[in-house]
């Protein structure tokens, strides 16, 4: 049984979490149209405009905690959001639609799935140990939101990743026939790859490469 003390101490670590996780999911409310947008795939991107639908949820959901707990909702920093927020918007920055930077945005969303469910769990093991079973409940559901997510991303990874194979190797069979492949070292990966994923960058090279695709 924990003693008074204990009590105290998990019940002010509960709800620096609930602040921490408060701030994660606003900024993911921020953070997921803007990966939307940039996605290719309409599967992707119809994806993360309903797990917008739901973080909408799951913030109110983080509300009605705070209000479980007689404890008024405040968001602490989380950083670790921060920092994912921040890659996903560079990634985004750096590279030409298609589905390369498909991969990438669902890789970075994947990290902020991982980041949820692991603030979930504790959340929940916590809630439960105080007797706020009913604290737990609610952020069972949206821990199982996340769970859903992350296994539909994962699904639409595995699709899509055969189509940005498919345009790596285009994309490698025109580097050989145009000479460039040492200017294109230069560049970032992501600028490498993404451009040819999408079928072209506007100078007609990925659409000269399905021309030329015929003769194979
Ligand atoms: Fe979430």
């Given at each position: 049984m924990p003693t008074a003390t204990t009590d105290t101490t998990l019940k002010s670590l509960l709800i620096d979490e609930l602040r921490d996780i408060y701030h994660a999911e606003r900024q993911l409310v921020r953070a997921l149209p803007k990966l939307a947008k940039a996605a290719t795939s309409p599967d992707l991107r119809e994806a993360l405009e309903s797990h917008l639908a739901e973080t909408e949820q799951q913030v109110s959901r983080v509300e009605q905690a705070f209000e479980l707990l007689n404890e008024s909702a405040k968001t602490k920093t989380c950083a670790g959001m921060m920092g994912i927020v921040e890659e996903g918007s560079e990634l985004i920055k750096e590279s030409d639609k298609g589905a390369a930077l498909d991969a990438g945005i669902i890789a970075g969303a994947q990290r902020a799935e991982h980041y949820e469910m692991a603030a979930y769990g504790s959340l929940m093991a916590w809630a439960r140990a105080l007797g706020h079973d009913d604290v737990a409940e609610l952020l069972s559901e949206s821990l199982e939101e996340e769970k859903a997510a992350d296994k539909k991303l994962t699904e639409l990874a595995e699709a899509g990743l055969n189509d940005a194979a498919a345009s790596a190797s285009e994309s490698d069979d025109d580097a050989e026939e145009v000479g460039d492949e040492d200017e294109d070292e230069d560049k970032p990966r992501s600028k490498r790859q993404a451009p040819m994923a999408a079928?072209?960058?506007?100078?007609?090279r990925g659409k000269a490469s399905r021309t030329r695709g015929g003769r194979r």
């Open positions: 079928g072209g960058n506007g100078n007609g």
